[in-house]
C-alpha cells in the first residue's frame, strides 16, 4: 500500500508544533513522524524539527521512537556540519540567555 500525504500529514498531527486547527504548522521540512520523510529535501536556510535538536542534545522527547527509527534518513538530509553548527547556535544562545537573567537578577538587588 502507497503512504499517501495525507497519511504523512496525519502521523505529523501527532506534534503539537503541527496544529492544522489554529491553521498552524511546524516549518520544519525534515519530521521524523513525517511518513514520507525519505521523499522531503531540505534548504539550507530551513528550519529544524526542534525535538530532533533536543534529542541530540540527549533529552527525552515525545518522539525518541520515531527520531531514532528515522535517524539515518534526516541525518543524511540535513548534513552533519549543520546539525553540529545548529546544536552549537543553540548552546550559545542558551549561555546568553542565562547570562541576561543572571544581570536582571543582580539589577533588582
Same mark, same amino acid.
Request: aromatic share 8%; with cysteine.
Given at each position: 500500500m502507497e503512504i499517501t500525504e495525507i497519511d504523512s500529514a496525519k502521523s505529523m498531527e501527532r506534534c503539537h508544533k503541527f496544529d492544522k486547527k489554529f491553521g498552524q504548522s511546524c516549518s520544519a521540512p525534515i519530521c521524523p513522524l513525517d511518513l514520507k520523510i525519505s521523499k522531503r529535501m531540505m534548504l539550507s536556510s530551513e528550519k529544524f524539527c526542534v525535538f530532533t535538536? &533536543?534529542?541530540?542534545?540527549?533529552? @527525552?522527547?515525545?518522539? &525518541?521512537? @520515531?527520531?531514532k527509527e528515522t535517524e539515518r534518513i534526516w541525518r543524511k538530509k540535513i548534513g552533519e556540519s549543520r546539525l553540529r553548527a545548529r546544536l552549537k547556535s543553540r548552546k550559545r544562545i542558551r549561555t546568553l540567555f542565562r547570562k541576561e537573567i543572571q544581570n536582571t537578577e543582580i539589577q533588582k538587588e
Amino acid at each position: 500500500m502507497e503512504i499517501t500525504e495525507i497519511d504523512s500529514a496525519k502521523s505529523m498531527e501527532r506534534c503539537h508544533k503541527f496544529d492544522k486547527k489554529f491553521g498552524q504548522s511546524c516549518s520544519a521540512p525534515i519530521c521524523p513522524l513525517d511518513l514520507k520523510i525519505s521523499k522531503r529535501m531540505m534548504l539550507s536556510s530551513e528550519k529544524f524539527c526542534v525535538f530532533t535538536l &533536543d534529542y541530540l542534545e540527549g533529552k @527525552e522527547t515525545p518522539f &525518541d521512537k @520515531e527520531i531514532k527509527e528515522t535517524e539515518r534518513i534526516w541525518r543524511k538530509k540535513i548534513g552533519e556540519s549543520r546539525l553540529r553548527a545548529r546544536l552549537k547556535s543553540r548552546k550559545r544562545i542558551r549561555t546568553l540567555f542565562r547570562k541576561e537573567i543572571q544581570n536582571t537578577e543582580i539589577q533588582k538587588e
